[in-house]
């Protein structure tokens, strides 16, 4: 029998690695892992990997469950690092993509024109969670129903923060979760576990969370002639 092929053997590796889900985030730092989801990531049909090109908004269910390995951003007094009062806040973003013709239509004129001359920018916080007290392991099992508009991203924000009385709240890393990238289908409740991510305030995050998301996309609404062609001009 003929061996392989050195380029069939590496396509095959390519498609095993491409194919193997991740079942369970990564240990935390004081050697505590968490048990894997109760069932496995929905597997992507074909509908749900066609990706739209326009989003018209979304109505979300979201239960934050749990978090693991979150950083630690109070010392002792004895110079150790210890633990953090974590809270988590739901976030949306602004759309930084052109907005087609026919997601603008459901907005008002002001927020249609604030689009069009792109000052849309800041984040909208929609929910926060409670404080744990003293731990990198929080449980929150805390359920929140929003709604993301057409100016928004087709992505919900889960911001971690150390909480501080005497000052700001202190950036412990983002997750976020997709609506529209062909992993999560709508109108189906989907457990996962979203990593923590550095950003540019906490470049050494850490972490993951437990989260429970339901969601309906908004279809797409009827299209003027009128605001087509006023569309076309702003491009």
Known sequence: MDNPSADFIAQMNLNFLSSTPLSSPPSSSQGTRPPPPSKPHTTPNAAQNSTPTDFF?????????????LISMDTSIFGK?????????????????SH???????????????????????????????????????HYDESFSF??????????????????????????GEATFSL?????????????????????????ASGSIKCSVTFGLTPAPMVSEKLRNQFIVCL
Not at 57 to 69: L, M, P
Not at 82 to 97: E, N, R, V
Not at 128 to 136: G, Y
């Open 100 to 138: 087609n013709f026919a997601s603008l239509q459901s907005l008002s004129p002001s927020k249609r024109k604030s689009i069009m001359n792109k000052k849309h920018q800041k984040r909208t916080i929609l929910h926060k969670t409670t404080t744990k007290k003293s731990t990198l392991n929080p």
């Open 57 to 69: 908004g979304a109505n979300v269910t979201i239960t934050i469950i749990e978090a693991v390995g």
């Open 180 to 204: 529209v990238d062909g992993v999560y289908g709508p109108n189906t409740t989907h457990e996962a576990w979203l990593q923590v991510m550095p950003t540019s305030s906490c470049p050494k």
């Open 147 to 172: 709604k993301l508009l057409a100016s928004h991203q087709p992505t919900i924000v889960l911001g971690v923060y150390d909480y501080d009385l005497a000052s700001a709240s202190d950036p412990m």
């Open 81 to 97: 690092k210890g633990k953090s009062d974590p809270f988590i806040q739901i976030m949306a973003l602004p759309s930084t993509a």
